[in-house]
């Protein structure tokens, strides 16, 4: 336990006063404060959307929530694609374990200080989000609100640390930190825009939308012929992306902020108009199998990590 708990401060020291980190935290939270800058003007002119529009906005595309969904990755894999195969190229993983520690402290090390680092971000950016949030609105969060942002935090972390021990995971089964880094990009790029698409391809496929023809043809909706081809066509598209764990996140971010999702953005529930937030143990119900989801990856990822590099060779310069 020692030996990880070296190694693990060891790790939060690296990644706090790394340039990549100071770089991604700057980059984080300008975005988020320019979001939330955007959700106090929309409750300002929608006195009765709630302090937890400063994470959803009027525009779905900028949300907090939805930067998170997008940059989340980016964050998670930065942190732990090169944690262990570039040591073990440098040669001071060798040095590291010739010292009284256990290859599973190292392992359990850069994961939890990885977690520790992740957390460190998330927690200030809400937080600073919230504080300036505060005097500009003039109104703080009730405790439904406090609730509710405390378990989207704790969401998110987990969100990254899945992304973190997939990086980690990258780094054990290849030798180059070039290497793990394309698999990291291209996993990032697959799970955020390619799943998307072979989404709606698949569903054009096998539920193809025609425009009604006869009297419907200028307001198709009140055909229930295409109301029921658009909800087969999101069942589909649904059910494809949830392979992505991004898409996981946004459903259940979206049950606990009380907003609706749809293509990894996010969307107020009513359209402009005042709403009431749906409780939050019926968010929790809803949100339960998308987080029980990012917890088994997670696990999956990090498990795996901590067998390989348990049997892998460690020899000076790699």
């Not at 929309?42 to 302090?51: C, E, L, W």
């Not at 040669?91 to 256990?102: E, F, M, N, R």
């Not at 419907?216 to 649904?238: G, M, V």
């Not at 606990?256 to 996010?266: E, H, K, Y």
Request: glycine fraction near 8%; include cysteine; charged fraction near 10%.
């Amino acid at each position: 336990m020692a030996g990880t708990l070296t190694v693990c401060r060891k790790e939060i020291a690296d990644h706090v006063g790394s340039r990549r980190y100071i770089l991604l935290f700057a980059l984080i939270l300008l975005l988020s404060t320019m979001s939330a800058y955007q959700g106090v003007e929309y409750i300002r002119n929608n006195p009765n959307a709630g302090f937890m529009a400063i994470f959803s906005g009027a525009q779905a595309s900028f949300s907090f929530a939805y930067l998170m969904v997008f940059f989340g990755p980016i964050i998670g894999l930065a942190l732990g694609f090169d944690a262990i195969n570039k040591e073990r190229t440098s040669g001071s993983l060798s040095v590291l374990l010739a010292q009284p520690i256990y290859r599973d402290s190292v392992i359990n090390g850069k994961f939890l200080g990885g977690i520790a680092a992740l957390s460190l971000l998330t927690v200030s950016t809400i937080a600073i989000i919230c504080g300036a949030a505060v005097p500009l609105l003039g109104f703080g969060p009730t405790l439904d609100d406090i609730s509710r942002i405390t378990l989207f935090t704790l969401l998110t972390v987990l969100y990254l640390a899945f992304w973190l021990g997939l990086g980690i995971l990258y780094s054990t089964v290849t030798k180059k930190t070039s290497t793990s880094m394309l698999m990291s990009v291209a996993t990032w790029l697959f799970c955020a825009v390619v799943i998307t698409i072979i989404a709606m391809l698949v569903a054009n496929m096998v539920a193809p939308i025609h425009m009604p023809t006869g009297g419907n043809a200028t307001n198709p909706f009140q055909s229930p012929e295409y109301r029921e081809l658009l909800q087969k066509s999101s069942t589909i598209q649904t059910y494809i992306q949830r392979i992505s764990p991004a898409y996981l996140y946004s459903e259940a971010a979206s049950s606990i902020l009380g907003v609706a999702t749809s293509t990894f953005g996010f969307t107020r529930l009513g359209g402009g108009t005042p709403f009431q937030l749906p409780e939050l143990s019926q968010g929790l119900i809803t949100s339960w199998p998308q987080i029980t989801a990012l917890a088994v990856l997670l696990i999956i990822c990090f498990v795996t990590s901590y067998m390989l590099f348990l049997r892998q060779e460690i020899r000076p310069g790699g």
